[in-house]
């Protein structure tokens, strides 16, 4: 199995800056992506951003240009550095890691156990 621990949410105001971490570790023969979502109660889970292992990075609109996503592919982390922040930015954020296990070609997604961001007007 692959486990995900995330660290670094909290509260801040707005316009501040927060930065998530996520660490994988487990069963990991390769990590196609890797990436972060995020969610608040009674909504979808939505996309924030990804990056996969060659460096090709995607961002939802709503965050261009106030985050940034990076990876350290040796060490199966990837992090979050949240600029800007607005309130509406509030949610429980999710660590993803698209992962290969073994040898065999199948890519499992797994999750992190979540984060609160809280972001004061």
């Known amino acids: 199995q692959v486990q995900l621990v995330e660290s670094g949410g909290g509260l801040v105001q707005s316009g501040g800056s927060l930065r998530l971490s996520c660490a994988a570790s487990?069963?990991?023969?390769?990590?196609?992506?890797m990436g972060w979502y995020r969610q608040n109660p009674g909504k979808q889970r939505e996309l924030v951003a990804t990056v996969i292992s060659g460096g090709i990075t995607n961002y939802a609109d709503s965050v261009k240009g106030r985050f940034t996503i990076s990876r350290d592919n040796a060490k199966n982390t990837v992090s979050l550095q949240m600029n800007s922040l607005k309130p509406e930015d509030t949610a429980v954020y999710y660590c993803n890691a698209n992962v290969q296990t073994s040898l065999l070609p199948t890519l499992n997604d797994y999750w992190g156990q979540g984060t609160q961001v809280t972001v004061s007007s």
């Open positions: 487990g069963s990991i023969y390769r990590i196609n992506s």
